[in-house]
Structure formats: C-alpha cells, structure tokens
C-alpha cells in the first residue's frame, strides 16, 4: 500500500499530535483494506462453493492465516502503537521493560480480547480513562475490519519475517553497526576490509569489496556478511548464534529435531541455554552498554509457534517480490496513476527490450575489438550448463572422452586438453607439483582402486583435463536435488587462480574436506572410462583461534597432491584461509569451515558433531 505522507516533520509536532497522525493513518489503512477484502467477508461466513484441482466440490471458507509485513506494516495493519509504546509487540502483550527476556511468554493478542479493550476504551467515561485503557494495551482507537472475519486473526498471523528481523534487523540494524564501530576503535577497519575482498569465491554468495560501507540497501548483503564476518570478542559468539539461528529458520523442511535445535539456539529451553542467543546477548549488553530491548528482538519467541502452526518461516517471508518494488515504484512514476497496471507493463516491456538492445550492441563491440563477449560470470554458468546437460553446440572445445555413464552424479565442463599420461608428465615437468611423477602415481593409483584392469607400464592411459565440474546432490534441508558449481582454473576470468573444495566421504567419522587441484577423465586399454581428481586433502586441525565459537572447526591442507574417485565426492565445500597466520604455525595452511553457505551445509555440518538434527 502507498504510506499515508506525512504532512509535517514529527519533530515540530507533540506527542499527542503525532499520536492522532498515527491513528488517522491506522484508520485510512483499515478503510482501504476493508474495501479490498470486503468480497471475501460473507464467503468467510457461508463459505463458496468451488470445484477444486482433483476435481472434488468443496465449501471453501477463505481466512487470513499469514501475514507477510515488516514491523511498520504490522504496527499499521494491526492498529497498534509503534515501537516506543508501553507495549509495541502486535502479536502479544510483553511491555517494553521485557521485550528481551526470551523465555517468558506473555498474553496473546487475539481479535476478541482487542475487540474487546476497544470497545471498553470507547465506553470509557471520559478521554483520560480511554486513554489509559488504550495506552495499557498498546492499541489505537480504530475498529479492525478483519475482526468480523471467520477463520482471520490479524494479531495471530503476523508472521517472523526473516528478511526484516533477522537480516536487516538485528544484524543489519544493531550487531553490524556495533561491529563496525568496534573495528574502528581497533583501527581494523582497512584490514577486515582487505581480508573480506579476498574472500573466496561462492556461488550465490556475494562478494563483498567494501566492508565500510554501511548504507546497503538489500537485506540479501547483510545476510551474505552475517555468513562470513567472524571476531576475536564475546560479539562472535552472539553473531554466531545468529548465523545458527537464522540457518535453522531458513530451512525449508522443519521436523521435531530441528524445532528442538532451535528452541535450544534461542535459549527457550533449560537444555543448552550456555550457548544460546539469550545468553550472549546478555553478554554484549555487558560488554558493550548494548540494549536489546527493542521488538525485533523480542519476536523471537514467536518464531517456533510460528513454524508449527504456519510450516516454516520462508512461508512468510516478504523477500518474495521485494527486490522489484523499486523497480514496479519507478514505473508506476511514469504513469497517469489511472489505470496503471497496463501502463506498467508496457513500461516493463519497453525496458526490457531497452536491455536487450544493449546487450546486442555491447556484445558486437567487444567481438569486433576481440575481447570475450561472455566475460560475466552468470551467463558463462548458463551457457556451460546448457552445453554439458542440453548437449547444444559450444564454444569451448569438445571432450573427446565421453562420460563413463550419464547416471553420474557430477558433469566435468569447461576441457583443457587431451592426450596420455606420459605427455602430461613430460608437459608439467618441474612446472606444477600437482602433475610431479604423474604416470607412475596415477597407475599406481588405477591398480589400487581397479586391481582386475592388470595395467602394464607399456599400456597408453588416455588423459583429459577439465577446469569446472556440475555436482549434483540431496540437500538434506528439503531432500531436493541441488546443485554445486565448482572450478579448478589457474586463472580464473583474469582474476589468479581459483581452486574449489570438495566435501567427500571417507571411513572416519566427521567431514572430510579436499582441495580441487585437476579434473582428469582417464580412459583405460580396457575400455573403462574413470573420473578422477588431483586434490590437496585437508585434515582437522588441533589449532583454535583465541575465541572458539560453536561448531568451529579448522582444517589444515597438506602440501602433498593425491587422487581422488569422483564417486566419493559429495558436494563443494567453502574454507576460508585463516588470516594472518597464527605465529605458533607460520608455515601451516589453516583454513576455517564455513557452514553457512546454505541449510544443506549448516546440517550436515551439524549432524557431523554431538548434535542431532534430522
């Protein structure tokens, strides 16, 4: 809905006068909302009669069961006052002395019990009593028009909305600030900034170059640094109980285990209470004079009620269509405001065809001056995934060896070159460590893996190397397919190297991480085509930084080059090296776990602890 545009500046006005704009536009809402929704008010009563998808006839009786708002929607679409009220949650009655005490509930709002201190406040016999009754409520004098709806509570269905509390909210508003001004004191800034520029690369994750600057204007960038922003005081583990908490109401899939880890993180339950969100944020407010008594905070107890009877939080997320109402805003600009939804989209149209016109005329321009035309990284994942899984025509070179079997769950893209495995020995000679006696290694490791294939020194081993492999695995948040993107390139769009990591299966217990080094396709004199990789393997490391938070957990790479099965890689892996070197182990690689990258990870990082979560 368009804000009702306030006429003053609130700052010349008086409490009581900013108090009545608030109410005159809480009226103007519920006016317009009436208008919209008034089709739906006596079917929510009688019901309708519609034949559905399977083809049954049902009485359908149409209620409001989510709403997706950010707390300033909530506060206007429920008639309640705003953050600053005796009591400015509208879901429940906590007062604001208690708005950060996580483990207490408190009455709920619901459409008779508010209807109800409407109706008394009105019946009040004179204004210092309705107010008072009003003020002990945190309510606005205004009827809902969705009180007289069946099956619709206003107050129960305002939703967790991750995007607004979590990610623009209790970091983008309160952690990330007091993190930077923390940085600054320490006069860190410059080099967090430095470290967080050479950030590995992942896909889906953006990179951020500029870590000062404060002014972002998606929730997607905060969330992106809330993954990967770690510090050396008790901050790190409050982020950290954000990063988990966030994660485990992100998942798509929520079972009893997972609601019982995260009423654990949030610190509902006596079971882990040490480690929850509660506790560290008690904890800053120590350190740092933080107060956490604001609503966003509070709203986290709502969270787990809100999964059970909603289904999970994505439900109500607003990120849905959020990025496109700056654009739809500019559109709607250019109209005549009447009848605007055909005027916007032929805006849109004519846009779009703008894009693609440039496109075309920027594509022409770079092939003429012989530059690569598809040098963004985006497009060059789109076409190298229709080349390797549509089988279109290409421009990079075509394998000569074909795949082993189509079931694979991994498709090698992007080849290098072919040939055997004495002429790669012979090519990297004293060049690349990873290729160092390659054909004795790889035949000593063939005859290992396929002892019935009798390889003799004089037998030829066909070779091909690739640099980007598709790999294809159950997520174990929603047990759909998904997909990892991986490279192996010594110098990846320009930019130096680029080496992925891997997660693969091994007989120990816990994760097993490598590092891509080379994707070969080896064909053998038998026939058998084989897929392998030459990776660094990294094993766990007994080093922990000087403040360890929960689920920490370092690797160390080897030096040393190995073979490794395609068919034991699971998924990619995202390490951050650890910067600088801790001086006990100068000359170690030490690279941090990220388990974050998305709700696959963060489980089965989880699951691989004393934690259990299915």
Request: charged share 30%; aromatic share 10%; net charge neutral.
């Given at each position: 809905m368009l804000q009702v545009k306030d006429p003053g500046n609130p700052k010349d006005r008086t409490d009581k006068e900013n108090y009545e704009f608030a109410q005159f536009k809480r009226e103007i809402y519920q006016q317009v909302l009436e208008i919209i929704f008034s089709s739906l008010y006596l079917r929510s009563w009688r019901g309708e009669v519609v034949t559905c998808g399977d083809e049954i006839t049902r009485v359908l009786y149409p209620g409001f069961l989510i709403e997706s708002l950010d707390f300033e929607e909530a506060w206007n679409f429920t008639c309640c006052r705003a953050g600053r009220a005796k009591f400015p949650c509208p879901r429940c009655l906590v007062s604001q002395e208690m708005l950060h005490f996580l483990q207490r509930t408190f009455e709920a709002r619901t459409s008779s019990n508010m209807r109800a201190i409407v109706c008394l406040a009105q019946n009040a016999p004179n204004a210092t009593q309705k107010e008072k009754i009003l003020m002990e409520h945190g309510l606005h004098d205004v009827v809902h028009f969705m009180w007289n709806f069946r099956f619709s509570d206003p107050y129960q269905a305002v939703s967790y909305d991750l995007l607004h509390f979590d990610e623009s909210g209790k970091w983008g508003h309160h952690l990330w600030p007091l993190i930077l001004d923390l940085l600054g004191e320490l006069r860190l800034l410059t080099e967090m900034t430095d470290i967080m520029s050479k950030f590995p690369r992942w896909r889906n994750l953006k990179h951020i170059n500029d870590l000062a600057t404060k002014d972002f204007t998606d929730g997607q960038t905060h969330f992106d640094i809330l993954k990967l922003l770690p510090y050396k005081c008790s901050l790190i583990h409050c982020t950290r109980t954000l990063f988990q908490f966030r994660m485990m109401g992100g998942l798509r899939g929520m079972t009893d285990s997972r609601i019982e880890v995260l009423q654990k993180l949030i610190g509902t339950t006596s079971i882990g209470v040490s480690r929850a969100?509660?506790?560290?944020?008690?904890?800053?407010?120590?350190?740092?004079?933080?107060?956490?008594?604001?609503?966003?905070?509070?709203?986290?107890?709502?969270?787990?009620?809100?999964?059970?009877?909603?289904?999970?939080?994505?439900?109500?997320?607003?990120?849905?269509?959020?990025?496109?109402?700056?654009?739809?805003?500019?559109?709607?600009?250019?109209?005549?405001?009447?009848?605007?939804?055909?005027?916007?989209?032929?805006?849109?149209?004519?846009?779009?065809?703008?894009?693609?016109?440039?496109?075309?005329?920027?594509?022409?321009?770079?092939?003429?001056?012989?530059?690569?035309?598809?040098?963004?990284?985006?497009?060059?994942?789109?076409?190298?995934?229709?080349?390797?899984?549509?089988?279109?025509?290409?421009?990079?070179?075509?394998?000569?060896?074909?795949?082993?079997?189509?079931?694979?769950?991994?498709?090698?893209?992007?080849?290098?070159?072919?040939?055997?495995?004495?002429?790669?020995?012979?090519?990297?000679?004293?060049?690349?460590?990873?290729?160092?006696?390659?054909?004795?290694?790889?035949?000593?490791?063939?005859?290992?893996?396929?002892?019935?294939?009798?390889?003799?020194?004089?037998?030829?081993?066909?070779?091909?190397?690739?640099?980007?492999?598709?790999?294809?695995?159950?997520?174990?948040?929603?047990?759909?397919?998904?997909?990892?993107?991986?490279?192996?390139?010594?110098?990846?769009?320009?930019?130096?190297?680029?080496?992925?990591?891997?997660?693969?299966?091994?007989?120990?217990?816990?994760?097993?991480?490598?590092?891509?080094?080379?994707?070969?396709?080896?064909?053998?004199?038998?026939?058998?085509?084989?897929?392998?990789?030459?990776?660094?393997?990294?094993?766990?490391?007994?080093?922990?930084?000087?403040?360890?938070?929960?689920?920490?957990?370092?690797?160390?790479?080897?030096?040393?080059?190995?073979?490794?099965?395609?068919?034991?890689?699971?998924?990619?892996?995202?390490?951050?090296?650890?910067?600088?070197s801790p001086p006990s182990r100068p000359h170690s690689r030490l690279h941090f776990f990220v388990d974050v990258v998305d709700g696959d990870m963060f489980l089965r990082s989880l699951n691989s602890t004393t934690h259990v979560c299915y």
């Open positions: 969100h509660l506790s560290h944020t008690q904890r800053v407010s120590k350190d740092y004079n933080k107060n956490f008594r604001f609503p966003k905070q509070h709203f986290i107890v709502h969270a787990v009620q809100n999964i059970r009877s909603k289904g999970v939080l994505r439900n109500a997320t607003t990120r849905t269509g959020e990025g496109f109402h700056q654009e739809i805003a500019q559109h709607y600009n250019k109209t005549n405001f009447r009848e605007a939804e055909g005027q916007i989209a032929n805006e849109d149209e004519d846009q779009e065809a703008i894009a693609r016109t440039r496109l075309i005329v920027d594509d022409f321009f770079r092939h003429l001056n012989g530059e690569d035309v598809d040098d963004n990284e985006a497009t060059n994942q789109q076409s190298e995934t229709a080349q390797f899984k549509q089988q279109s025509g290409r421009r990079i070179p075509k394998s000569k060896l074909p795949p082993a079997s189509s079931d694979n769950q991994w498709i090698f893209g992007s080849v290098l070159r072919s040939g055997d495995s004495r002429s790669y020995q012979d090519l990297h000679a004293g060049g690349d460590p990873a290729y160092h006696s390659f054909d004795p290694r790889l035949r000593d490791f063939l005859h290992g893996q396929f002892p019935t294939e009798y390889l003799t020194a004089e037998d030829r081993i066909e070779v091909e190397t690739f640099r980007c492999v598709y790999i294809t695995f159950q997520s174990k948040d929603d047990w759909i397919e998904c997909e990892d993107i991986l490279r192996c390139n010594n110098n990846w769009y320009k930019s130096g190297p680029r080496y992925d990591c891997v997660l693969f299966n091994q007989d120990k217990p816990g994760l097993a991480c490598a590092r891509l080094r080379s994707l070969i396709r080896c064909k053998l004199p038998s026939g058998r085509i084989t897929d392998i990789a030459i990776v660094q393997a990294m094993k766990r490391s007994s080093w922990r930084p000087r403040t360890v938070w929960d689920g920490c957990a370092v690797y160390d790479e080897k030096k040393d080059f190995s073979f490794l099965l395609m068919d034991y890689v699971i998924r990619g892996a995202l390490l951050v090296p650890v910067v600088p």
